[in-house]
């Protein structure tokens, strides 16, 4: 196969480079268009534009697929540890026994956090956003490591950088949720493993094995999704040479937007919806296949996914185990459960591949926890931690790495005069 592909554009005919990945897919070479035809792209949403080379995640839509390093979500899911893949995404390779535990005694030491950061998340009225409050407090960390903002950090301190990130913001979300609550911080149990410690500093007990698992696996469905907004978002800000707590900082706030971190949350307010009305959910079903209807049945299908999302045929079966485990009486849940079988079970939904996405199972096991509604996209920034750092680390050693600075296409009045 032609390993270019030709551009006729009237006056002029050029030949771009095919770039093919490892999985099949291809893509136009334009980096030297503009420069040699006075043409740019115009890609809406950016799409079909690639942004970067990158050997960390590869996603298939079409086929339903999520790989990580080359191994499959639900090989990962079934198989290894949120921190055992925190170490695959950043250090390319899934660790050995010594190395997964000198990771775990990093993360043990980084899990508290300083006092600095403590009282700036007591500053914040106990009913402000979860979501301000977690972005105030990771780009706070910079003042408290100002040897980790030089431009060039060395290996030694992005190696610092991995386990102190991890360590930081689990106890920085459960503090965020306890000062929502008005309660006093738990400090973090070196004894426990790191969801469970999570639930521990949240709640101030230690939970349930399974639960702790089930929430595990749900932070590995969460770890990284390839160039989606807030990744995408970490990489712009991350070009520019700004430090990473400002990267990670400027993820989260592109996370906290209802088109995309905020999809889960959509879900149970959907849910909250309908039990007011009565909590007939068939009615509800009927109204999302009506296309003059402007009701959405939040949760199902996905953008990228075409088929069935393979991160929540992973976690449906942990969602079970949660309620079961904890033995949750919340008619909320009921009416998701409703919808959920009715819709596998419609022609309607199947017909069209919209079936239940891993936001609104991830919905129903965070209600489930007892975890308010505005504290679900701090959960997914927790899971999506490891995938933003593993992401700038990518981007800041790539070869012939730029800042990111995007063309536009200028439709504004010309030649005005005073």
Known sequence: MSKSAKLNLGEKEI????IEGTEGERALDISKLRSTTGFIT????LGNTGACLSDITFIDGEKGILKHRGYSIEDLSKNSTFLELSYLLFYKKIPTSDELNKL???IKK???IPDGIKNLIKTFPKDAHPMGIASSAMVALSAQYP???DQD????????????MLGHFKTIAA???????????????????????????????????????SLDVLLILHADHEQNCSTSTVRVVGSSKANIFASISSGIDALWGPLHGGANQAVLEMLDAIAKDGGGYAKFIEKAKDKEHPFKLMGFGHRVYKNFDPRARVIKGYCDTILEKLNVSDPLLDIAKGLETTALSDEYFAKRKLFPN????SGIIYKALGIPTNMFTVMFALGRQPGWIAQWKEMIVAEGMKITRPRQIYQGKTDEKL
């Open 104 to 106: 775990k005694q990093s």
């Open 15 to 18: 030949e771009l480079p095919i």
């Open 110 to 112: 980084t899990s508290k």
């Open 358 to 361: 891993v936001d609104f199972y």
């Open 147 to 149: 040897h980790l903002l």
């Open 175 to 213: 503090a965020i949720y306890r000062h929502g609550q008005g309660l006093d911080f738990v400090e973090p149990n070196a004894d426990l493993s790191y969801t469970a410690d999570f639930l521990y500093m949240m709640n101030g007990e230690a939970p349930n094995e399974e639960v702790a698992k």
């Open 153 to 164: 950090l060395n290996d030694a301190q992005k190696d610092e950088i991995f386990p102190l």
């Open 42 to 45: 115009y890609d809406n949403g």
